[in-house]
């Protein structure tokens, strides 16, 4: 095959280890606002998606007053929290030699993520990462996942067709995403959804260190 190889990556649970910052905003926008917490193994299951969604389906019993105030504390918290000292919310092993291997072997990269534009700005300042990917799609600009509307735009944006476009996250709600728009789609085994939910989704492969992701796009894109 020829043409443009494009490789799609989620953020918060494939290239980030974001999942206690998550659910501490969540946690404290919820008693900021007077709701009772979700139980702590709940907020997982809707890490990827927009955080509209994440919520409606975190607190379901809340009205849409509630909501609303909601979104807006848990982003305030995130602010309040990246402002201190103490803020940790590492790279996962193996992203910036992945990264490399992938620009070497002149496959575009972007970004597909649950995440408002904001804090993607703030992940790839503090890892380096400004201007390293030709597209950035966010639910600031896209439906949320699994709607296929952002892996359709970081196509169209770089002229990638579907056979060479994979999709690299961790959730059932990546999977599906990738799916949709006709993509590949690529779990990973170390974020938010186990395997075995990730390749009842769809996953046509599943990788367990992301430097062996170069190989595995050669597999599905060459």
Not at 10 to 38: E, F
Not at 126 to 147: M, Q, S, Y
Not at 183 to 211: F, K, M
Request: proline share 6%.
């Amino acid at each position: 095959m020829t043409g443009v190889r494009l490789a799609i990556f989620d953020l918060d649970g494939t290239l980030i280890d974001s999942r206690h910052n998550i659910v501490r905003a969540v946690n404290d926008a919820a008693s900021i606002v007077g709701l009772a917490p979700p139980p702590p193994d709940v907020v997982p299951r809707v890490i990827g998606l927009s955080l509209d969604e994440a919520l409606s389906r975190l607190f379901p019993a809340a009205d849409p007053k509630a909501l609303v105030e909601l979104d807006r504390v848990y982003r305030d918290c995130f602010v309040r929290y990246r402002a201190g000292g103490d803020y940790d919310e590492p790279i996962f092993a193996g992203v910036h030699e992945t990264l490399a291997a992938l620009d070497q072997a002149s496959v575009v990269l972007a970004i597909a993520t649950g995440k408002a534009r904001r804090g993607v700005d703030y992940f790839l300042d503090r890892n380096g990462l400004v201007g390293r990917f030709a597209a950035i799609e966010t639910p600031d600009t896209a439906p949320g996942k699994p709607h296929p509307g952002m892996v359709l735009q970081a196509m169209a944006a770089t002229g990638a067709v579907p056979e060479m476009t994979v999709m690299i996250g961790d959730t059932t709600f990546d999977m599906l995403m990738a799916r949709a728009a006709k993509a590949h789609a690529v779990g990973v085994s170390w974020g938010n959804h186990d395997g075995t939910e990730l390749s009842a989704a769809g996953a046509h492969c599943l990788i367990d260190r992301l430097v062996d992701l170069p190989q595995v796009m050669d597999g599905l894109t060459l």
